[in-house]
């Protein structure tokens, strides 16, 4: 990086600092050092929205007050309590870490030890060694990329791995010196980019404290920061969904122990957009009868790397199905995780539990 840029990013800390200290949103891990409720809420913000995340804190650490108690957890409490917050294998891998620093009797507090465990990598390493325990160790989220790009007004690839290194290394070297202010650094600069130096068009650089300083605002140049290339297409793949309904119960089975949605529960489904007489011979295929049938349920998830084009079913059934199947009353489906990519049947599911088995009109 040329000495005019870096220049330009040695002078951000006092005007970043002052401005957070005045316009930081109250956030519930913020009003903490305690290691394990910042984790947490690291893990929770991956690729997952403050407003989203605020409740599932809540509860979870509610469920989980300690370290030790999330290590004890019953992976089904676990996964329920995770339920809509997408991405499980987060959830998992929290409990393993919590299991491993719970054998160990203390939580690792440098970088290196906290990157050692399963799930974190380095921007949470660096969250949680700075934020917990004051030291002295960039954290560098999408966030902290785009303000740097915008800053220093560079055109190279974002995602290329050159590039987020040497980024995390300018972060480095720009580091209060001072435990206090080394606490919170690394969380004015995500600040300043999840609330002023937004993604997906122009920042609001009339509220920025570096406005000053940005080469970007200056070379009118900003807006179009920062430069990623492009992403392939998902892959769409068609399913059809089947409600399964029977005596008060609806079918439930397990997906597999690893791959997308591992572990969870889910409506039975098959590949395809099958049609009513192709279903039919599926659920005949289970060894089920087909008494009655619902209008047909469309519905779309999008994943990161796939789509998923659902077509639904909801059927009164008679017959047991395959021995994967468990048949969940109301009870039992509230306290299973079921993936946020079957809303839409969860919903009906549970419309046609509360109404029973009888519906007139069909």
């Known amino acids: 990086m040329c000495d005019e840029k870096m220049t330009i990013l040695k002078q951000l800390p006092d005007p970043l600092l002052t401005w957070y200290r005045t316009n930081a949103r109250d956030l519930p891990w913020r009003r903490t050092a305690d290691p394990y409720r910042i984790w947490v809420s690291e893990i929770m913000l991956q690729q997952t929205r403050v407003a989203a995340v605020l409740d599932y804190y809540d509860r979870f650490l509610a469920a989980f007050p300690t370290v030790e108690a999330l290590a004890a957890a019953p992976e089904e409490r676990l996964m329920k309590l995770w339920e809509g917050l ?3 294998s987060r959830a998992r891998n929290l409990q393993k870490a919590a299991r491993i620093i719970a054998a160990s009797g203390t939580f690792p507090n440098t970088y290196r ?27 560098v989220d999408g966030n ?3 303000v740097v790009m915008r800053l220093t007004d560079c055109w190279d690839d974002i995602a290329d791995p050159k590039v987020k290194r040497s980024i995390r290394q300018q972060i480095q070297e720009i580091l209060p010196e001072t435990e206090t202010d080394m606490r919170v650094f690394n969380q004015a600069t995500m600040e300043l980019g999840a609330t002023v130096c937004v993604p997906n ?8 404290p570096a406005a000053g300083l940005c ?4 070379h009118g140049t900003a807006k179009h920061l920062p430069v990623k290339a492009g992403k392939k297409s998902r892959r769409i793949e068609e399913k059809t969904v ?7 119960t609806v079918a439930l089975r397990k997906r597999p122990p690893t791959g997308l949605l591992a572990g969870l529960w889910e409506f039975p489904n098959v590949e395809g957009a099958l049609d009513e007489a192709a279903a039919a011979a599926v659920v005949a295929n289970w060894g089920l009868t087909a008494k009655r049938w619902k209008s047909r349920l469309t519905a779309r998830h999008i994943f990161t790397h796939v789509e998923w084009h659902m077509t639904g079913y909801a059927l009164e059934v008679t017959g047991d199905g395959p021995a ?3 048949w969940a009353d109301a009870g039992d489906l509230a306290q299973r995780a079921v993936p946020s990519a079957f809303a839409r049947y969860y919903t009906e599911a549970e419309t046609c539990l509360k109404e029973g088995t009888t519906w007139d009109g069909w």
Request: with cysteine.
């Open 86 to 88: 997408g991405y499980y």
């Open 215 to 218: 080469l970007g605002r200056r």
């Open 113 to 139: 030890e906290l990157l050692a465990l399963p799930g974190i990598g380095e921007y949470t390493a660096g969250a949680i060694a700075s934020a917990a325990f004051g030291r002295r160790e960039a954290a």
């Open 324 to 326: 994967e199947f468990f």
């Open 242 to 248: 089947l409600l399964l309904l029977r005596g008060g």
């Open 201 to 208: 068009g122009a920042p609001r650089c009339d509220a920025c």
């Open 144 to 146: 902290v990329s785009r």
